[in-house]
């Protein structure tokens, strides 16, 4: 029984895409000498349109990667991705970073920092062109890049915006 619940396990953390994005040591001056702690952050996607990030913070750097990768799965968010890009042009902000996410033509690939690409690996995005404005914090480069995320339209509110048909837009 416990084989089954181990395989489980396994297979659904091999359906999502995992990303350390960063690393952080932290050390305290106690009395004994310095302690040690840790915090991670993180992206889960799976290559599909569905992405989410995570922060975790321990004394060991393996719980701080298991508590983000745990949090990173509960807040996954929806992105509409059609022929490997977005859909339109969109600027994300958060504190003092901005990202401007804007669609590629097919072949171009992933033009973004590493912070940017990992999202964009984990939505399963293969065509897309990004500028990182302002503080470079990876922590802030993620969340102003979920807020641009988050206010993308789907390929059928664009094409009514526009007044023309989903066919149109898309080919």
Not at 44 to 51: A, I, L, R, S, Y
Not at 131 to 138: C, E, F, H, I, R
Request: aromatic share 4%; with cysteine.
């Amino acid at each position: 029984m416990e084989k089954q619940n181990k395989f489980d396990k396994e297979k659904d953390s091999k359906e999502f895409i995992e990303k350390l994005v960063r690393l952080n040591r932290t050390a305290k001056t106690v009395k004994g000498g310095r302690r040690m702690a840790f915090s991670a952050l993180t992206v889960v996607g799976d290559g599909n349109g569905h992405v989410g990030f995570g922060f975790g913070k321990a004394n060991d750097v393996s719980d701080a990667i298991r508590k983000s990768l745990e949090k990173a799965r509960r807040n996954l968010v929806s992105v509409p991705v059609k022929n490997g890009t977005l859909p339109h042009e969109m600027l994300g902000k958060y504190k003092s970073s901005s990202i401007l996410l804007k669609p590629a033509c097919p072949g171009t690939g992933i033009i973004a920092g590493g912070t940017v690409r990992a999202i964009m690996d984990a939505i399963g995005a293969s065509d897309v062109i990004s500028k990182s404005l302002g503080s470079s914090s990876p922590v802030n480069v993620v969340r102003a890049t979920f807020n641009a995320l988050a206010g993308i339209m789907d390929a059928k509110a664009v094409a009514s915006s526009r007044g023309k048909s989903l066919q149109e837009m898309w080919g």
